[in-house]
């Protein structure tokens, strides 16, 4: 069974910095593209970056240039360092990854979220 362990929300100020972390666990053979997504109260998820295996990476328009989506084959993880945070930011974050889990099955599985906060 693949499992996703998000970490590292919190409350933040205005203009503060955050570094969400997740860690992709289980009998894996290979992931493809890794995700951060995001759901304020009231309001739909949505896709906030998005990494390939080979480290192409995309943003939404609300984070361009103040995120910054990365990861680390070896370890399995996928890291978002969140710049510049507005209040329009708060929401819980959940990871989300596809891969293989042998030659022939496949997976897409979501981490249980982690809440993020900006207010003064």
């Known amino acids: 069974q693949v499992q996703l362990v998000e970490s590292g929300g919190g409350l933040v100020q205005p203009g503060g910095s955050l570094r969400l972390s997740c860690v992709v666990s289980?009998?894996?053979?290979?992931?493809?593209?890794m995700d951060w997504y995001r759901q304020a109260p009231g309001k739909q998820r949505e896709l906030v970056a998005v990494?390939?295996?080979?480290?192409?990476?995309n943003y939404a328009d609300s984070v361009k240039g103040r995120f910054t989506i990365s990861r680390d084959n070896a370890k399995n993880t996928v890291y978002l360092q969140m710049n510049s945070l507005k209040p329009e930011d708060t929401a819980v974050y959940y990871c989300?990854?596809?891969?293989?889990?042998?030659?022939?099955?496949?997976?897409?599985?979501w981490g249980q979220g982690t809440q993020v906060t900006v207010s003064s």
């Open positions: 989300h990854a596809d891969g293989k889990l042998d030659g022939l099955n496949t997976f897409r599985s």
């Open positions: 289980g009998s894996i053979f290979s992931i493809n593209a």
């Open positions: 990494i390939t295996k080979g480290g192409t990476s």
